[in-house]
């Protein structure tokens, strides 16, 4: 089990270019992000601003033709090309987590399309959830993104769109992290 | 957030009837079993023989109508009358996890009945799932049931009627742990 760290500061191989709430409260202004991975949930460092942990775990929603489709098309992170990325922070409400899987499901992609629209995006924008919901984290998803500076304007169609869907109902908290590649 | 930790030792709520493997390498043996809720998931003590810690989380396959009657019928923990106990740490299989959401339900639930199958022991046997896969655990899951020694041969069809089910061929490690209340 491997979490992956988040760590705002002022190093990291990923320059901060804006920290903005979208809803609720915000984090902390920090120059630079660095992430890291990690054997162990140890005490979070008093010594940055902030820290978010999350594990990349299977998917909750995603069925198989789905997954099929996903994987036909998404890019990997790392790309030289990807020098843009954003770091989304997210927790729902409570309503959203008292619902049963069908009902959210049905939240998520019969109404709101979640990954039928994302498709459109990919392979443009590579994107990797990290859960954290049940690992005591103020958040419940951490979502990166990675794309080319001349897919920003997409990824701003592709953000836009999440944010307009019933799902998005249920967001109480999320920052929107803009970052560069620094190294 | 709270974490919920069970710790095999010397002392506890709980005295240890047996600690058996029933797939994949056991735990060691104890005399009592503590339960204690804790915000934070600091280093498993050095000091006990073992200690397993899970997040009672939100449902992962069960659907409105299920629910429903789920909570019709099924006894909350800690009644007078239930001074057995069992707890099952359970890790599932790669194969399990890399499957998509509607494989594993069509597993879990349309072939196995995972949930119509348990309706049956309600209200005689409690119980409560803790998820432990996403916090570091060595299980992904540990179920804990209560319930009065007149109800023990039920208990025993129960956990009979799980592992024959389709479900059940991707546990790779199971310990079945019975106690009973010491206090």
Redesign the interface.
Known sequence: ?T?TVFTGGDSGAWSILSVAPVIGESLMAASHLAIAPS???G?TSATTPWQLRG?A????????A??IALTSVQAGLGRNEATRAALIPIRKSAAW??M????R?AIFEDKSHHIAASLKYLPAIARQLY?C?????PFDFLTWFEYAPEHATMFEDLVGVLRATEEWTYVEREVDIRLARAI
Do not use: N, P
């Open positions: 089990m979490f054997l162990s949930l005490d594990v775990s299977h998917a909750r929603y995603v069925e198989r789905e997954k987590w008292e049963t899987q069908d009902e499901r859960h919901r049940d690992i005591g984290e």
